[in-house]
């Protein structure tokens, strides 16, 4: 596929983000979402969370570094046909990593289409 730019892929993101039930939204808090252009340690990964998950966080947990969801672009652009494709991949990785940040298994996510 041609590749998106870079703003592009951030608002296919931001697209994503917004699918997101406002019950759950307004938890997602100390917490970022970044486009990435690939992971320097697996470069075939489509996105990571790196954090603390909602539900082992303290209810005094502050002062850390935000959680973090990491998107990577050229992994999922690898992997699409076109940007029809790019675009469901980018909502599927985007709410898998949210998942996570809400404490949901694999198999959990793989159950709601989220694998």
Known sequence: MTPVTQAE???MI???????PDEFARHMTNMVVLARDFNE??????GLFEGVPLPEQYA??????????????????AICAD????????KVTVLHEVGHYFGMEEHEL????WG
């Open 83 to 90: 940007e029809e494709e790019l675009r469901h991949e980018v």
């Open 9 to 11: 892929f951030e608002a």
């Open 41 to 46: 340690d697996n470069p075939e990964l489509l």
């Open 110 to 113: 793989h159950e709601l289409g």
């Open 60 to 77: 005094n947990h502050s002062g850390f570094l935000p959680d973090a969801v990491f998107i990577y672009k050229n992994a999922l652009e």
């Open 14 to 20: 931001n697209d994503a983000l917004d699918t997101i």
